[in-house]
């Protein structure tokens, strides 16, 4: 079976750090793969709060993700200290992509490279919506 192949971007202009809690880990002692989309969320959530918007308020939108892919390339254990690089592109006429890096603090292992497909979404009328022209010029600069 051939395995998903993402490739890091050149740059991702926000990053934050946060730590892998005992309870992030799963039986096998690591950092669950059911975790690493909730770090993502969190890094997600922070780079919208960064731009002074919001998962519900996007530059006048809302946001609902469509899809997920995350590729695992490495290891990470509670306290390890992790840099969640995020960027955004793609832009279409209704979504656009985040991209996501994983590093471990210290050594720089990559633990993960993923993305996350969005959705502009209208909740009050329940239906898609256009991509905000704020957000469109943000994916294109992070090209």
Same mark, same amino acid.
């Given at each position: ?26 039986? !096998? ?22 731009? !002074? ?24 254990? %509670? ?32 633990? %993960? ?15 898609? %919506? ?14």
């Amino acid at each position: 079976m051939p395995r998903l192949q993402l490739t890091p971007r050149s740059a991702y202009p926000f990053s934050i750090e946060l730590v892998v809690r005992v309870t992030d880990l799963n039986y !096998g002692g690591h950092l669950g793969n059911d975790r690493v989309l909730a770090l993502l969320h969190e890094a997600r959530v922070a780079f919208l709060s960064d731009h !002074g918007w919001s998962e519900m308020d996007c530059a006048g939108t809302g946001l609902i993700m469509t899809d997920a892919a995350v590729q695992f390339r490495g290891e990470a254990f %509670a306290g390890d200290r992790l840099l969640i690089a995020v960027a955004m592109g793609e832009a279409a006429r209704t979504g656009f992509r985040f991209f996501y890096r994983i590093t471990r603090r210290g050594d720089d292992a990559v633990i %993960a490279v993923a993305e996350t497909g969005m959705a502009c979404f209208d909740y009050q009328r329940r239906r898609v %919506a256009a991509v905000p022209e704020p957000v469109r010029r943000l994916c294109e600069e992070d090209r």
